[in-house]
């Protein structure tokens, strides 16, 4: 079975959030079951002089966008096993950042073209286009219109994937005729058709064969008002082509024992070693070097969607407990500035570091105790299954992926690998918080949770033979 994936970034050539992990991580999941996967994205990157020398120029054509006729170069590397095609355009593609351009419709009216475009001129005839995200949302679209004449596109299958259901690529509807050589019959509500637009994640949901997102609870919350952005209805009519398939981790870069950046590699036989990492990392934070208190944890976008909110509430009832708490975040300011001024008032107990640093995030993740992410929504969350892997407890809010990887600790039954509530509110969290630090205290029985924690299913084979069966499905019709 031959798929291709494509997304607007894929580590480690580009990256602003997760759709890079998974464009990285999946198709490499799905090569080790047998499935021949490649990755198509643009170039929006320079790449390495060593990557550059195995870089092969595969063709180059042109294409209509509006009245612009526009190169598109080709060109294909292999990394870790993984073939990647590049889409090369100086004009749109050369620039600083990949999204937030006054011509973003433009710019990716003309990638979902030329990645179609693309498979004419190459040796690769996918069964399968399984494409990400807004900025890919027209393939199906363009390819029922334009393609599916010709013999070599007939048969194509099309996967969605949703990361993020909130930026839903929007644009004037001249884009149709202007860009997309599309008519206006396409201009209705069963259609493209978004509140006086064009809507590139309408496209997706309405043309490609299945749906999927990244969690399974997150799948059936986007079905709700609350939740949907304006586009449950519509998921709601396609609910029998819509899946939800948690994201993995992947372990070559998430391992605590051969993780580079943490002093004490260890594994669930030897949390003694852990332990070693917590002293490390109160004394590298100036924090009381102690092995008796709790350490919780937030590495984060400091951004209202995290549960900030909540924290803001308690924060003061928090710092009453003997615990330490440390930040690592960036974001709104007025979540920074409430981090530092904590910071100020209790200088023995909470660290706020407000930076971007991924070493000092593995550290954190090692050395502390329990892991803090009290998201308002979550479409799948991957701090949570770092901090499983590393042994570091869970409290987390039960929405989307978060409620799908975290099952709470029930000390009748002695199930579960972290702790969760169910309603924003924050005394909910506060209670919850509580109870983990109440377990701390009886060693035996935390030590048996972290360690179930740590055997926590987070690779993504599991993931990856769900993403099979849909295609296998999809093909079968
Ligand atoms: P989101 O994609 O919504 O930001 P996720 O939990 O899915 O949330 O992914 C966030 C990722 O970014 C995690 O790997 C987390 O460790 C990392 N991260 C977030 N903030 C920082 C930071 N300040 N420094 C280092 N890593 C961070």
Redesign the pocket.
């Given at each position: 079975m031959k798929v291709l994936f494509v997304a607007s970034e894929a580590v480690p050539f580009s990256k602003t959030?997760?759709l890079a992990d998974v464009a990285f991580a999946l198709p490499k999941a799905l090569r080790k079951e047998k499935i021949d996967a490649r990755v198509m994205i643009s170039k929006t990157f320079d790449l390495s002089d060593t990557l550059k020398s195995e870089e092969n120029h595969i063709n180059h054509f042109y294409i209509d966008v509006g009245w612009r006729r526009q190169y598109v170069g080709l060109s294909e590397l292999e990394h870790e096993g993984v073939p990647y095609y590049f889409i090369d355009n100086e004009y749109y593609f050369n620039r600083n950042g990949l999204y937030g351009h006054y011509d973003d419709g433009e710019k990716f009216s003309y990638f979902c073209r030329s990645v179609l475009e693309s498979i004419r001129h190459m040796d690769f005839k996918p069964d399968i286009i399984h494409f990400n995200d807004w900025h890919t949302g027209m393939i199906p679209a363009l390819l029922n219109e334009h393609y599916r004449h010709d013999e070599e596109y007939r048969d194509i299958k099309t996967v969605y994937t949703i990361h993020n259901l909130k930026y839903q690529g929007v644009f004037g509807p001249e884009i149709l005729s202007d860009l997309l050589n599309m008519g206006p019959q396409h201009y209705h509500s069963g259609g493209m058709e978004f509140h006086g637009g064009v809507s590139f994640m309408k496209s997706g949901l309405n043309f490609a064969d299945a749906i999927t997102t990244v969690s399974e609870t997150y799948a059936k919350e986007i079905q709700y008002p609350f939740f949907g952005e304006r586009l449950d209805g519509l998921l709601r009519h396609r609910d029998s082509d819509l899946y939800g398939i948690t994201n993995g981790l992947d372990h070559d870069i998430y391992d605590p024992r051969k993780d580079q950046h943490v002093q004490w590699k260890y594994d669930s036989r030897s949390l003694k070693k852990k332990r070693e990492n917590k002293h490390v990392l109160q004394e590298q934070l100036g924090l009381p070097v102690r092995d008796d208190v709790p350490m919780m944890v937030m590495?984060?976008?400091l951004?209202h969607?995290?549960g900030l909110d909540l924290i803001e509430h308690v924060l003061e009832e928090i710092m009453e407990k003997d615990i330490q708490f440390v930040v690592?975040?960036?974001g709104e300011a007025h979540y920074e500035n409430m981090m530092r001024y904590y910071q100020h008032r209790y200088p023995d107990k909470l660290r706020a570091?407000i930076?971007?640093?991924?070493p000092?995030?593995h550290q954190i993740?090692a050395g502390a105790d329990l892991f803090l992410?009290p998201s308002l929504f979550?479409p799948?969350?991957?701090?949570?299954q770092?901090a499983l892997r590393y042994g570091t407890l869970p409290i987390v809010r039960e929405t989307g992926g978060l409620k799908d990887t975290v099952v709470p600790y029930n000390k009748f039954s002695d199930e579960g690998n972290g702790f969760s509530f169910t309603n924003y509110n924050a005394h909910e969290m506060l209670f919850t918080i509580q109870d983990a630090l109440e377990l701390y205290k009886d060693r035996r029985s935390w030590n048996k949770v972290v360690r179930r924690a740590m055997k926590s299913d987070t690779s993504w084979k599991n993931s990856a033979l769900k993403y099979i069966d849909i295609y296998q499905n999809v093909l079968n019709r």
């Open positions: 959030g997760g590495v984060t976008r951004a969607m995290k690592l975040g960036t570091e930076q971007f640093n991924a000092l995030a993740y992410m979550e799948c969350g991957l701090g949570q770092i």
